[in-house]
């Protein structure tokens, strides 16, 4: 069979009739919106399945959706990092354990050389305490 009879997909159907930048830029507005792969697929009428394999076939296709999500990624990383700078203790939690590495990581490691339970990591913290006056605690122990 001539190349010339061979089955468009939709991906070459927008290449053909001059669409795809606008459509790819849908795309990618839809991916940054967080719409699913489904709910993409959905504004194209095509199954997921499909959408799958149209990114793999066109990287252009896959490329519009990654940079959708990572613009998301992006801005929640700015607002996270926001709020660290504010001091906000649950930012900074969350930080620490996404960015600190192993060290600020409170989940389990998997089980090393078969000792049958999961190491876990705990960080080293000492604590100073002043050292207590003698004459001032015996003071606060007579006012009892």
């Known amino acids: 069979m001539p190349d010339s009879k061979k089955k468009r ?8 009739a ?3 930048d606008s ?7 839809f991916s940054m919106q967080g719409q699913s792969m489904g709910q993409i697929a959905d504004f194209l ?3 997921r399945k499909t959408l799958q394999n149209l990114q793999n076939k066109h990287p252009a296709l896959k ?26 203790t649950t930012a900074i939690i969350y930080a620490l354990k996404v960015y600190g590495g192993e060290f600020f990581n409170d989940r389990k490691l998997p089980d090393v050389k078969g000792s ?6 705990q960080p080293q913290v000492q604590i100073y305490l002043p050292a207590v006056d003698s004459e001032a605690g015996d003071h606060d122990a007579k006012k009892e």
């Open 116 to 121: 049958g339970a999961g190491a876990s990591v």
């Open 45 to 47: 009428e095509i199954t």
């Open 23 to 29: 459509k790819l830029a849908l795309v990618q507005s």
């Open 63 to 88: 490329k519009a959706i990654e940079n959708g999500r990572q613009t998301v990624v992006a801005m929640c990383q700015n607002k996270l990092m926001e709020k660290v700078n504010n001091g906000d």
């Open 18 to 20: 001059g669409v795809v």
């Open 9 to 16: 997909d939709l991906f070459e159907k927008w290449v053909e």
